[in-house]
């Protein structure tokens, strides 16, 4: 069974940095794509960055030059540096996951159970 598991998130002053881990477990064959969402009370779950299994990211906008995403596929754990954060990156931030079981297999899509990321003085 397939596990991806959130850790690092807390409580943070505004301009403060705080680093994201997200550990993939289970019977995995190969991890594609890994990113994080998040989403804030009352608003649609959004991508914040995304990292292909080659190391090509993505990022949302509203993180670029404040947010780093990495990945160490020996492993399959995906991180997220935040630094210089806001109020506004307040929510809760989700790791996901397209990944094969087998050779050849189908992708799935794998979600972490999310991790509160609060950013407040």
């Known amino acids: 069974q397939v596990q991806l598991v959130e850790s690092g998130g807390g409580l943070v002053q505004p301009g403060g940095s705080l680093r994201l881990s997200c550990a993939a477990s289970g019977s995995i064959f190969s991890i594609n794509t890994m990113g994080w969402y998040r989403q804030a009370p009352g608003k649609q779950r959004e991508l914040v960055a995304s990292?292909?299994?080659?190391?090509?990211?993505n990022y949302a906008d509203s993180v670029k030059g404040r947010f780093t995403i990495s990945r160490d596929n020996a492993k399959n754990t995906v991180y997220l540096q935040m630094n210089s954060l806001k109020p506004e990156d307040t929510a809760v931030y989700y790791c996901?996951?397209?990944?094969?079981?087998?050779?050849?297999?189908?992708?799935?899509?794998?979600w972490g159970q999310g991790i509160q990321v609060t950013v407040s003085s």
């Open positions: 996901k996951a397209n990944l094969r079981l087998v050779a050849g297999g189908y992708e799935y899509v794998y």
């Open positions: 990292i292909t299994s080659g190391s090509s990211t």
